[in-house]
């Protein structure tokens, strides 16, 4: 129970380093682009190896189909609503230099709940392997800290741009810190008693709402800020994820 706490707040730390670097350095938007494309391609690993992988063994294609297609229906539909209040610069970096279609106050908003979405499925994933048994899934939690890292650099720009003070940026970071701990939480406590199916589902659930937010969200960003250096950057992502595994 307390490891399902710390390594969800571990991976959830990475937005609050991120805020940290970017509030303190100036980084070039390639460099930014290139570790949201190794992030990217570590939860595509992630997502094939460990939850995909784990879902397979415990529930069948049904079980799989419902899950993930679930998933990425689900995070389609939230990421559409927040989209249009400007979420979509939650993983934009260049966000600072563009004028905002909508108030500075509500895309500011709309970045914060988008990022909380996003983090959600994916720390719940870490106290999901914890229930199963399977102790901790480290190539998981390395997969959600390095793509959550330039998610903190490039949101903290979209907040800055919308007015927000350094201080309430922070309190917003520690915010989805506490979050991400929390969800790994009830993933390992509410799941701990499921049944082999429930969990196969909602490893599947997680894994279809990783990718869509990866398709919608970081792929487009870091070959649009990274060029097509991002495509071998990605594959050593995915490379990493199987050697941690």
């Given at each position: 129970?307390?490891?399902?706490?710390?390594?969800?707040?571990?991976?959830?730390?990475?937005?609050?380093?991120?805020?940290?670097?970017?509030?303190?350095?100036?980084?070039?938007?390639?460099?930014?682009?290139?570790?949201?494309?190794?992030?990217?391609?570590?939860?595509?690993?992630?997502?094939?190896?460990?939850?995909?992988?784990?879902?397979?063994?415990?529930?069948?294609?049904?079980?799989?189909?419902?899950?993930?297609?679930?998933?990425?229906?689900?995070?389609?539909?939230?990421?559409?609503?927040?989209?249009?209040?400007?979420?979509?610069?939650?993983?934009?970096?260049?966000?600072?230099?563009?004028?905002?279609?909508?108030?500075?106050?509500?895309?500011?908003?709309?970045?914060?709940?988008?990022?909380?979405?996003?983090?959600?499925?994916?720390?719940?994933?870490?106290?999901?392997?914890?229930?199963?048994?399977?102790?901790?899934?480290?190539?998981?939690?390395?997969?959600?800290?390095?793509?959550?890292?330039?998610?903190g650099i490039s949101s903290t720009t979209g907040l800055k741009k919308g007015g927000y003070k350094t201080k309430k940026i922070l309190l917003m970071w520690a915010f989805v810190l506490v979050a991400s701990s929390l969800s790994s939480f009830l993933g390992f406590t509410v799941l701990a008693q499921a049944s082999e199916s429930v969990h196969a589902i909602i490893s599947s659930f997680a894994a279809g709402a990783i990718v869509a937010m990866i398709a919608s969200t970081m792929m487009p960003e870091a070959h649009e800020?990274?060029?097509?250096?991002?495509?071998?950057?990605?594959?050593?992502?995915?490379?990493?994820?199987?050697?941690?595994?």
């Amino acid at each position: 129970m307390g490891a399902a706490l710390l390594w969800g707040a571990v991976a959830g730390a990475a937005n609050l380093i991120g805020s940290f670097i970017v509030l303190a350095v100036d980084l070039p938007q390639r460099l930014i682009a290139y570790v949201m494309a190794l992030g990217t391609g570590a939860l595509i690993g992630a997502v094939c190896f460990e939850l995909l992988g784990e879902a397979m063994k415990l529930g069948g294609l049904t079980d799989i189909a419902l899950g993930f297609l679930g998933g990425a229906a689900l995070f389609t539909l939230f990421d559409g609503l927040v989209t249009r209040q400007g979420g979509m610069h939650r993983k934009r970096s260049g966000h600072g230099q563009e004028k905002l279609a909508h108030s500075d106050e509500s895309t500011g908003l709309a970045i914060f709940i988008g990022t909380v979405m996003d983090a959600v499925p994916e720390s719940a994933m870490i106290g999901l392997g914890l229930a199963q048994g399977g102790g901790v899934g480290i190539a998981l939690i390395a997969a959600i800290f390095i793509s959550n890292l330039p998610e903190g650099i490039s949101s903290t720009t979209g907040l800055k741009k919308g007015g927000y003070k350094t201080k309430k940026i922070l309190l917003m970071w520690a915010f989805v810190l506490v979050a991400s701990s929390l969800s790994s939480f009830l993933g390992f406590t509410v799941l701990a008693q499921a049944s082999e199916s429930v969990h196969a589902i909602i490893s599947s659930f997680a894994a279809g709402a990783i990718v869509a937010m990866i398709a919608s969200t970081m792929m487009p960003e870091a070959h649009e800020k990274g060029g097509p250096m991002v495509g071998l950057i990605t594959a050593c992502g995915v490379f990493i994820t199987l050697m941690l595994g």
